[in-house]
């Protein structure tokens, strides 16, 4: 996901606003940009720290965001990483989590 840094603070997408929009609606409850990592400056999209489970929207499906060179190495060490840490970690492209794709499926699993 592409976000833009402003002085410490993270420009949420629209994506990760509407995704928790469906997340609330579900009843999950998360926050916006969790730390998980004590060494490493990785975040989550979103996440519910009781249930550690975390939501990944994978931007960029068309310019190659997380898909390219290194940082598709650097995205397989940090959700490797989340999941021997305990976490579920889902992930959505920004056209899943758009066309409502995303909701569905997480519903059909909670």
Known sequence: MTKRKQQDEYVLTDEQILLRIHLRELGIDTIYEHTFHPDRAWRFD???LDARIAFEISGGK?????RRGNAQDDEYDKLNTAQMMGWRVFQFTNEQVNTGKAKEFIKSWH
């Open 46 to 48: 979103l996440c519910n």
């Open 62 to 66: 068309r310019s190659g965001g997380h």
